[in-house]
C-alpha cells in the first residue's frame, strides 16, 4: 500500500478533486500521530465509513505493524469532506491503526469527520457532478463521485446527475446498486420519498435504493414497489 506523511497530497490514484492524505501508514515512515487520542466515537465515525469504502481493489493490503502471519488485511478508501473546502482521503485499515497501534489522525481531519450538516455547494461538489454526468469517465471515477455527491445533501442538481447516470444503460447495469445508494441517502438527507422520480430509475437502481434504505432501518423503504427479483444485488 502506498505511504505519505499526513496531510500531504494523496497521489496514489486519481481523483475528481485534489484530497490529502490521512492514515497511509507503512514501516518507512512509522506510526505517525502518537501524541494525540482519537475518541470513542470519533472512532465509530470512521467505522461507520470503513463499512462502505471507496476505491475498492483486487486485492488486499496486510499491516506493516502485526507481527508476521498474523497481519490485518483490509481493502478500499474513506473520504471526508470539510465544511472548509478541505477534503481527505484515508485508507480503510485507519481503524485498525488506531485500535491497535495507537495512531491518531490529524485534528483538522477529526474535525471534518464530526461534520453533521450537509455541505454547502462548492467547486467539489461541481467537480463530482461533472464526473457523474460525463458518459466518457472511467466507470470507477464515476462511481466514487455517486457515493460522495449526498455529502452535499438534497441538491437538485445531485438529484438531476445521478438521472443521467442511471440513464447510461452500461454504466447502470454494472453501477446501477452505487446510484441507488446515492438517491437513498439524498432522499433520507431530504427526509420524504420522491417517488416519482424513483419509478423513473432502472430497475438496477430501485434495488439500490431499497437495499440503502434497509440497510439504514429508513421508513422511505415502507411502499416502494420492489422491481423483479433478477434486479436484485441484496440476493
Known sequence: MAEFVDLSEFTYSEKPIPMLSVGWLGKRLGIQGLARTVERSQLTLLEELAAYPRSRTMGVHDCEFCPGGEAVQADGEIHVYGDDGSSYCAPTMITHYIEVHGYAPPEEFLHA????AALDE??????????????????????????DIPEWGDEPSSVAALFVADADQGFSMFAGRAVGEGFARIMMARGEMDHAGFARLTPHTRWGVIGELRVWGSSLAEGLEEPEARYNYYV
Not at 113 to 116: G, I, K, T, W
Open 113 to 116: 469527520l464530526e461534520r453533521s
Open 122 to 147: 462548492d467547486s467539489r461538489m461541481h467537480a463530482l457532478l461533472d464526473v457523474i454526468r460525463d458518459e466518457r469517465a472511467g466507470t470507477g471515477f464515476r462511481v466514487g463521485a455517486v457515493l
